[in-house]
């Protein structure tokens, strides 16, 4: 096998072995550039426009269905509101990562690896439709109508991504923000299809399973050192925590903690959070991988959930909280306020900023927010010292998202919409 049929598989299977053989630096360049020729390829080739009747009715739904991580929680979202419409559809698992955890089972039962209707929803990074088309073939997009479900955080959108646009009929997203911001760039239909959020938790993940401590007020924050770290911004909410609690103030140090819940840690980037803070004991650490009914019980069990994020392309997890009776701080932007405000959680002003250096897709000279930590760390004084505010935020919270992105109005927009199509 070839280097480059090899590395068309580096998501999958070989990837171990690649790794092992070529400096992963070059392994991800040659990928891309592989993938921006598949994508020329495709650009170039076409595809058949949609006939309405060559297929049968009905979704291929085609993604990482299975994946432990925040894309992979959204596709099994989306899976769930078309079981509820009444719409036939089938997935087809398509691996996307080969380093992720691919161990969610709870859509087996739909996955038959066929891809029989006529309409393909691909739950798939802009970045690797490359990927998708060299392992699935040009006929599978031949004469069906192709809808990309993308999550995308800021204002801008990478100029590289523009380029699967040739592949695509149709963007779909959970948010206004992001149907915004990718309607500036393509010319095609983009349609906002809110999740219906849920988060089961059970009751065995409690605050002893975690070895948290009973009778601390408790805050949580998370994020992912791989990918996440500048965008999530835990160092704000570091600092805002420091702020209102600092190491002088002795009344607070046995009735607050900080629970920080980081995946993918290296040893560097756990020296550089314990440094920042160095002399307080009252803080936690948790670094194992856990299942999504452990993440979601671990948010039930704290008192706040705090996200000082600069941007979000719909923010889950503060949903998924808010359903918890968990009360959010959050930074006042993006996405995310489409299902908050001041009236249901702890919104914290920011400023739009330019980013200085480029991270991935998030470019230098693009724009996020920054937070005030002056703010957010009073929202944690307040909500320690005022416990009748704090559960009446819960409460709040918890029946507003339960009207806001309800099942009802998932189903309701996703069949209109395939209605709409099938019309022509």
Not at 98 to 111: T, W
Not at 197 to 206: E, F, G, L, R, S
Not at 208 to 220: A, I
Not at 231 to 246: C, L, S, V
Request: overall charge negative; proline content about 4%; charged content about 25%.
């Amino acid at each position: 096998m070839g280097i480059s049929k090899w590395l068309m598989q580096f998501t999958s299977k070989h990837r171990d072995t690649l790794i092992k053989l070529i400096p992963i630096s070059i392994l991800r360049k040659e990928k891309r550039r592989l993938i921006q020729k598949n994508l020329r390829k495709a650009a170039e080739e076409g595809h058949a426009p949609f006939e309405p009747e060559a297929y049968p009715h009905g979704i291929n739904i085609i993604g990482d269905v299975k994946a432990e991580i925040g894309l992979g929680q959204s596709a099994r979202l989306l899976v769930n509101e078309i079981a509820h419409a009444n719409i036939d559809y089938t997935i087809y698992q398509e691996n996307m990562d080969g380093n992720l955890r691919a161990d969610d089972h709870s859509c087996d039962e739909q996955i038959t690896q066929t891809t029989p209707y006529g309409i393909n929803l691909f739950h798939i990074n802009p970045y690797e439709l490359g990927v998708a088309y060299s392992n699935l073939g040009k006929e599978l997009w031949d004469k069906r109508y192709n809808i990309v479900f993308w999550l995308w955080e800021l204002e801008e959108f990478p100029e590289e991504w523009k380029s699967c646009f040739p592949l695509v009929d149709e963007v779909w997203t959970p948010s206004e923000f992001t149907s915004s911001s990718i309607r500036k760039v393509i010319d095609v239909p983009v349609v906002t299809i809110p999740y219906a959020v849920t988060a089961p938790i059970d009751p065995q993940y409690n605050r002893s399973y975690f070895k948290l401590p009973e009778e601390r007020f408790l805050f949580l924050a998370m994020y992912d050192c791989n990918s996440t770290m500048d965008r999530k911004n835990p160092m704000g909410t570091i600092e805002a925590f420091k702020k209102a609690f600092p190491l002088t103030d002795n009344a607070y140090m046995n009735k607050v903690a900080l629970v920080l819940k980081i995946n993918n840690a290296t040893d560097e980037d756990l020296k550089i959070i314990k440094s920042a803070l160095a002399g307080y004991d009252n803080v936690y650490y948790l670094t194992d991988i856990l299942s999504k009914v452990e993440v979601n019980s671990l948010i039930a069990c704290v008192d706040v959930f705090v996200s000082l994020h600069r941007a979000e392309g719909f923010g889950l997890v503060m949903a998924e909280a808010m359903l918890n009776e968990t009360v959010c701080i959050a930074t006042d932007w993006s996405s995310n306020t489409e299902f908050m405000s001041n009236e249901v959680a702890c919104m914290v002003p920011c400023k739009k900023v330019e980013i200085e250096k480029t991270n991935v897709q998030y470019k230098k000279g693009y724009h996020w927010a920054e937070p005030d930590v002056n703010i957010a760390s009073e929202y944690m004084l307040q909500l320690v010292e005022d416990k009748g505010y704090q559960q009446q935020l819960a409460k709040k919270a918890k029946q507003y998202i339960t009207e806001k992105l309800s099942m009802e109005q998932a189903v309701y927009h996703i069949e209109n919409r395939i209605k709409e199509i099938y019309k022509g």
